[in-house]
């Protein structure tokens, strides 16, 4: 089964400083029919203005994982961690016992990122926070996969859990393989995903499927963020 969410069918805030679109109840915004996606809790759509951002806040026991599409995100914490993710890059961070961050854009543009909640394997963990750059060349038979919870990928968090990403040419044509469910976020261009046309911004919830089928129609780019089906509290 797959839903497809449009861009403009999503909730929202704006801020001044910040326009954030949100694929499932967050802050203000609530939908009883979008509350969670097995352990996904999150997913932002967040345009950050010019030398501004998130101040000093803190999280605990949850991971958070931001892929940063346009711009750049400087993160800061209490744990000494300080970075700058650049567009087309990951960071990741396991809040775990509790964790104090701040994230500013201080950039001349705009930012935008997509930002992702997963809820933890184990609770009570040592906090972490990494980032890593990706290759930026567009794929033609698998997407990348950037983070996970079992070894395999270059940035780990606390769940079994998997985010691929990838940029495709027109026309390019792959079968993506899926365990648990999946989400899939349309972070440029015009891609088909199993007959359902989405575009830029558009997400899809995939649940009980063991494959989608993805043809980019324009130059694209992909995210499929996949998790346990069901949330078991630890």
Do not use: C
């Not at 839903?3 to 954030?20: C, P, V, Y």
């Not at 993160?75 to 961690?81: A, M």
């Not at 394997?121 to 038979?141: C, N, T």
């Not at 079992?150 to 990403?165: E, S």
Request: aromatic share 8%; glycine share 10%; net charge neutral.
């Amino acid at each position: 089964m797959i839903q497809h969410h449009t861009f403009e069918s999503l909730g929202g805030a704006k801020h001044g400083w910040l326009d954030a679109k949100h694929h499932f109840s967050f802050a203000n915004y609530y939908d009883p029919k979008k509350l969670s996606h097995g352990e996904l809790l999150v997913i932002n759509d967040d345009r950050i203005a010019p030398h501004t951002g998130f101040d000093t806040h803190p999280h605990r026991d949850m991971e958070i994982i931001t892929y940063v599409r346009k711009g750049a995100i400087t993160h800061k914490d209490n744990r000494g961690n300080k970075g700058r993710t650049t567009a087309g890059n990951v960071q990741v961070m396991s809040a775990g016992t509790g964790i104090f961050h701040s994230e500013y854009n201080l950039e001349d543009e705009e930012t935008n990122i997509y930002q992702i909640w997963i809820t933890p394997k184990k609770r009570g963990v040592q906090p972490e926070w990494d980032m890593a750059e990706f290759p930026k060349a567009p794929v033609s038979k698998a997407l990348s996969l950037l983070v996970s919870g079992d070894g395999t990928a270059p940035l780990q968090i606390n769940q079994d859990a998997r985010i691929y990403a990838g940029r495709l040419n027109g026309d390019t044509k792959i079968q993506h393989k899926i365990i648990g469910k999946a989400y899939i976020l349309i972070s440029e261009g015009n891609v088909d995903v199993n007959g359902y046309k989405a575009k830029k911004g558009d997400g899809l919830a995939v649940s009980n499927e063991t494959s989608v089928s993805l043809k980019a129609v324009s130059d694209a780019e992909i995210l499929i963020i996949e998790v346990p089906g069901k949330h078991k509290a630890r």
